[in-house]
Nanobody, 124 residues
Framework: QVQLVESGGGLVQAGGSLRLSCAAS????????MAWFRQAPGKEREFVAG????????YYVDSVKGRFTISKDNAKNTVYLQMNSLKPEDTAVYYC?????????????????WGQGTQVTVSS
């Protein structure tokens, strides 16, 4: 069982930065694939970034490549999403997710555990 708690959301102007954190409970955090999803009002929840347990393989949706960076600290049981050059279209609730297995699928139903979400609002 894994419990996930996100933090770090907020209001920022376009071009600004935020760092989201996801603290995980559970003794086997290091073996999970971790990912960030986001959901804007009236839209489907979409994959943003993923990282395999080793931290060696990273995955990003095209719209955030070069702006967002996912990382994890197994010693702290925490995964991060550094978001730079934010745009108004990045406004959404951001969710942390975890799954066992290989790869970081973009399909939300491939993930077993979810956090409660943190709001990110980017003003123009």
């Amino acid at each position: 069982q894994v419990q996930l708690v996100e933090s770090g959301g907020g209001l920022v102007q376009a071009g600004g930065s935020l760092r989201l954190s996801c603290a995980a409970s559970g003794r086997t955090f290091s073996t999970y694939v971790m990912a960030w999803f986001r959901q804007a009002p009236g839209k489907e929840r979409e994959f943003v970034a993923g990282i395999e347990w080793s931290g060696e393989r990273l995955y990003y949706v095209d719209s955030v490549k070069g702006r967002f960076t996912i990382s994890k600290d197994n010693a702290k049981n925490t995964v991060y999403l550094q978001m730079n050059s934010l745009k108004p279209e990045d406004t959404a609730v951001y969710y942390c997710a975890a799954r066992l297995g290989m790869g970081a699928p973009i399909d939300r139903y491939a993930y077993d555990y979810w956090g409660q979400g943190t709001q990110v609002t980017v003003s123009s």
